[in-house]
Protein backbone atom coordinates (compact mmCIF):
# COMPACT_ATOMS: atom_id res chain seq x y z
CA UNK A 1 0.00 0.00 0.00
CA UNK A 2 1.23 3.79 -0.49
CA UNK A 3 2.62 5.79 2.28
CA UNK A 4 1.24 8.98 2.37
CA UNK A 5 1.90 11.81 4.63
CA UNK A 6 0.29 15.48 5.26
CA UNK A 7 1.62 18.64 6.59
CA UNK A 8 0.49 20.53 9.15
CA UNK A 9 -0.86 17.25 11.45
CA UNK A 10 -2.35 19.95 13.44
CA UNK A 11 -3.19 23.43 13.25
CA UNK A 12 -5.28 26.32 15.36
CA UNK A 13 -6.21 29.08 12.93
CA UNK A 14 -8.57 31.88 13.32
CA UNK A 15 -11.93 32.91 11.56
CA UNK A 16 -11.52 34.64 8.41
CA UNK A 17 -8.00 33.04 7.52
CA UNK A 18 -7.16 30.20 4.76
CA UNK A 19 -4.81 27.08 5.51
CA UNK A 20 -3.45 24.62 2.70
CA UNK A 21 -3.06 21.26 3.77
CA UNK A 22 -0.69 19.07 1.54
CA UNK A 23 -0.50 15.36 0.76
CA UNK A 24 2.45 13.88 -0.25
CA UNK A 25 2.56 10.04 -1.54
CA UNK A 26 5.20 7.88 -1.93
CA UNK A 27 4.52 6.47 -5.60
CA UNK A 28 2.44 7.43 -8.59
CA UNK A 29 -1.18 7.42 -8.12
CA UNK A 30 -4.05 8.60 -10.35
CA UNK A 31 -6.51 9.38 -8.40
CA UNK A 32 -6.18 11.41 -4.70
CA UNK A 33 -9.03 11.79 -2.90
CA UNK A 34 -9.89 14.54 0.02
CA UNK A 35 -11.96 14.00 2.76
CA UNK A 36 -13.83 15.52 6.07
CA UNK A 37 -14.46 14.02 8.77
CA UNK A 38 -16.31 15.99 11.50
CA UNK A 39 -16.04 15.65 15.56
CA UNK A 40 -18.18 11.86 16.29
CA UNK A 41 -18.95 11.81 12.28
CA UNK A 42 -17.82 9.34 9.56
CA UNK A 43 -16.31 10.51 6.53
CA UNK A 44 -17.26 12.19 3.95
CA UNK A 45 -15.83 13.28 0.05
CA UNK A 46 -14.82 16.64 -0.67
CA UNK A 47 -13.46 16.21 -4.05
CA UNK A 48 -11.62 14.21 -6.14
CA UNK A 49 -8.42 15.23 -7.53
CA UNK A 50 -6.89 13.81 -11.27
CA UNK A 51 -3.63 15.18 -12.05
CA UNK A 52 -3.80 17.68 -15.24
CA UNK A 53 -7.54 17.89 -14.90
CA UNK A 54 -9.73 20.56 -12.42
CA UNK A 55 -10.91 18.41 -9.24
CA UNK A 56 -14.35 16.89 -9.27
CA UNK A 57 -16.70 18.52 -6.13
CA UNK A 58 -19.29 16.40 -4.12
CA UNK A 59 -22.61 18.05 -3.81
CA UNK A 60 -22.17 20.89 -0.90
CA UNK A 61 -18.55 21.71 -1.33
CA UNK A 62 -16.96 24.50 -3.86
CA UNK A 63 -13.93 25.42 -5.52
CA UNK A 64 -14.22 28.93 -3.95
CA UNK A 65 -14.03 27.41 -0.38
CA UNK A 66 -11.93 24.35 -0.81
CA UNK A 67 -9.38 24.92 -3.82
CA UNK A 68 -7.79 21.91 -5.06
CA UNK A 69 -4.36 21.76 -6.50
CA UNK A 70 -3.14 18.61 -8.26
CA UNK A 71 0.41 19.50 -9.62
CA UNK A 72 1.61 15.70 -10.15
CA UNK A 73 1.12 12.41 -9.87
CA UNK A 74 2.46 12.49 -6.06
CA UNK A 75 1.32 15.59 -4.47
CA UNK A 76 -2.02 17.61 -4.10
CA UNK A 77 -3.02 20.44 -1.59
CA UNK A 78 -6.39 21.52 -0.66
CA UNK A 79 -7.01 24.91 0.99
CA UNK A 80 -9.73 25.21 3.44
CA UNK A 81 -10.81 29.20 2.53
CA UNK A 82 -12.46 32.12 4.99
CA UNK A 83 -12.60 29.63 7.84
CA UNK A 84 -15.18 29.70 10.41
CA UNK A 85 -15.45 27.71 13.58
CA UNK A 86 -17.89 25.07 11.12
CA UNK A 87 -14.75 23.92 9.72
CA UNK A 88 -13.31 22.78 12.41
CA UNK A 89 -12.89 19.00 11.19
CA UNK A 90 -10.39 16.99 10.29
CA UNK A 91 -9.20 16.57 6.57
CA UNK A 92 -7.62 13.75 5.35
CA UNK A 93 -6.13 12.96 2.02
CA UNK A 94 -6.45 9.72 0.50
CA UNK A 95 -5.24 7.63 -2.42
CA UNK A 96 -6.59 5.06 -5.02
CA UNK A 97 -4.73 1.69 -5.10
CA UNK A 98 -5.12 0.96 -8.78
CA UNK A 99 -6.39 -2.53 -7.63
CA UNK A 100 -9.63 -4.07 -8.45
CA UNK A 101 -11.79 -3.04 -5.86
CA UNK A 102 -10.24 0.69 -5.66
CA UNK A 103 -10.06 0.08 -2.30
CA UNK A 104 -8.49 3.81 -0.93
CA UNK A 105 -5.55 4.51 1.62
CA UNK A 106 -5.43 6.86 3.99
CA UNK A 107 -2.94 9.77 5.25
CA UNK A 108 -2.71 10.50 9.19
CA UNK A 109 -5.04 13.45 8.49
CA UNK A 110 -4.64 17.21 9.82
CA UNK A 111 -6.28 18.35 12.56
CA UNK A 112 -8.30 22.22 12.17
CA UNK A 113 -9.62 23.92 14.62
CA UNK A 114 -10.97 27.41 13.81
CA UNK A 115 -11.24 29.82 17.11
CA UNK B 1 -32.03 7.65 4.59
CA UNK B 2 -28.59 7.36 4.94
CA UNK B 3 -27.34 4.78 2.02
CA UNK B 4 -24.81 3.73 4.73
CA UNK B 5 -26.34 3.07 8.23
CA UNK B 6 -23.83 1.75 10.92
CA UNK B 7 -24.82 1.26 14.54
CA UNK B 8 -22.13 3.71 16.34
CA UNK B 9 -22.16 2.30 19.38
CA UNK B 10 -20.15 2.18 22.00
CA UNK B 11 -19.70 -1.30 21.75
CA UNK B 12 -17.82 -2.76 24.88
CA UNK B 13 -16.19 -6.14 25.50
CA UNK B 14 -14.08 -8.56 27.32
CA UNK B 15 -11.29 -9.47 25.95
CA UNK B 16 -11.36 -12.71 23.90
CA UNK B 17 -15.03 -12.46 23.05
CA UNK B 18 -16.02 -12.69 19.25
CA UNK B 19 -17.26 -9.06 18.29
CA UNK B 20 -19.80 -8.73 15.21
CA UNK B 21 -19.82 -5.25 13.74
CA UNK B 22 -22.50 -4.96 10.87
CA UNK B 23 -23.77 -2.39 8.79
CA UNK B 24 -26.95 -2.45 6.08
CA UNK B 25 -27.02 -0.21 2.77
CA UNK B 26 -29.95 0.76 0.50
CA UNK B 27 -28.47 1.13 -2.75
CA UNK B 28 -28.29 -1.85 -4.83
CA UNK B 29 -25.54 -1.18 -6.81
CA UNK B 30 -22.59 -1.36 -4.76
CA UNK B 31 -20.41 -4.22 -5.43
CA UNK B 32 -17.20 -3.60 -3.24
CA UNK B 33 -17.69 -3.63 0.24
CA UNK B 34 -14.38 -2.31 2.82
CA UNK B 35 -13.86 -2.68 6.27
CA UNK B 36 -11.52 0.17 7.55
CA UNK B 37 -10.11 0.68 11.03
CA UNK B 38 -9.26 3.89 12.73
CA UNK B 39 -7.20 4.28 15.79
CA UNK B 40 -7.40 7.60 17.90
CA UNK B 41 -6.15 10.48 15.87
CA UNK B 42 -5.21 8.93 12.85
CA UNK B 43 -6.12 8.32 9.51
CA UNK B 44 -8.66 5.15 8.58
CA UNK B 45 -6.77 1.48 7.49
CA UNK B 46 -8.30 -0.81 5.25
CA UNK B 47 -8.03 -4.50 6.65
CA UNK B 48 -10.58 -5.94 4.51
CA UNK B 49 -12.31 -5.76 1.18
CA UNK B 50 -14.78 -8.47 -0.62
CA UNK B 51 -16.78 -8.21 -3.74
CA UNK B 52 -19.67 -8.45 -3.90
CA UNK B 53 -21.33 -11.64 -1.70
CA UNK B 54 -19.29 -13.96 0.07
CA UNK B 55 -16.85 -14.22 3.04
CA UNK B 56 -13.67 -13.34 3.53
CA UNK B 57 -11.13 -14.36 6.09
CA UNK B 58 -8.00 -12.98 7.39
CA UNK B 59 -6.45 -13.92 10.77
CA UNK B 60 -8.93 -13.14 13.28
CA UNK B 61 -10.92 -11.19 10.91
CA UNK B 62 -13.92 -12.70 8.29
CA UNK B 63 -15.49 -10.15 6.56
CA UNK B 64 -19.41 -11.51 5.35
CA UNK B 65 -21.66 -9.77 2.64
CA UNK B 66 -25.31 -10.98 2.04
CA UNK B 67 -26.62 -8.77 -0.74
CA UNK B 68 -30.10 -10.04 -0.82
CA UNK B 69 -30.33 -8.68 2.53
CA UNK B 70 -28.13 -5.46 2.00
CA UNK B 71 -26.10 -6.54 4.66
CA UNK B 72 -22.47 -6.75 5.81
CA UNK B 73 -20.50 -7.86 8.58
CA UNK B 74 -17.28 -7.76 9.84
CA UNK B 75 -16.50 -10.62 12.87
CA UNK B 76 -13.63 -10.87 15.14
CA UNK B 77 -12.12 -13.60 16.78
CA UNK B 78 -10.22 -13.85 20.16
CA UNK B 79 -10.56 -10.25 20.69
CA UNK B 80 -7.68 -7.90 22.28
CA UNK B 81 -7.20 -4.24 23.51
CA UNK B 82 -5.38 -3.58 20.54
CA UNK B 83 -8.32 -3.91 18.48
CA UNK B 84 -10.20 -0.61 20.18
CA UNK B 85 -10.70 1.66 17.55
CA UNK B 86 -13.36 2.62 15.19
CA UNK B 87 -14.50 0.39 12.71
CA UNK B 88 -16.27 2.53 9.80
CA UNK B 89 -17.70 -0.12 6.85
CA UNK B 90 -17.31 1.28 2.88
CA UNK B 91 -18.43 0.80 -0.13
CA UNK B 92 -18.97 1.28 -3.76
CA UNK B 93 -20.29 0.62 -7.12
CA UNK B 94 -18.65 -1.21 -10.29
CA UNK B 95 -16.74 1.50 -12.30
CA UNK B 96 -17.06 4.59 -9.38
CA UNK B 97 -14.77 6.06 -7.43
CA UNK B 98 -16.64 7.35 -4.82
CA UNK B 99 -16.45 5.33 -1.43
CA UNK B 100 -19.65 5.58 1.02
CA UNK B 101 -18.92 5.42 4.25
CA UNK B 102 -20.62 4.43 7.82
CA UNK B 103 -20.65 5.89 10.76
CA UNK B 104 -18.25 3.98 12.20
CA UNK B 105 -18.92 1.91 15.45
CA UNK B 106 -16.58 2.93 18.17
CA UNK B 107 -15.36 -0.64 19.59
CA UNK B 108 -13.49 -0.94 23.21
CA UNK B 109 -11.79 -4.57 24.29
CA UNK B 110 -11.25 -4.88 28.13
CA UNK B 111 -8.74 -6.78 29.64
Known amino acids: SAVISQKPSRDICQRGTSLTIQCQVDSQVTMMFWYRQQPGQSLTLIATANQGSEATYESGFVIDKFPISRPNLTFSTLTVSNMSPEDSSIYLC????????????FGPGTRLTVT | QKEVEQDPGPLSVPEGAIVSLNCTYSNSAFQYFMWYRQYSRKGPELLMYTYSSGNKEDGRFTAQVDKSSKYISLFIRDSQPSDSATYLCAMRSQGAQKLVFGQGTRLTINP
Open chain 1, 94 to 105: SVDSGGGAYEQY
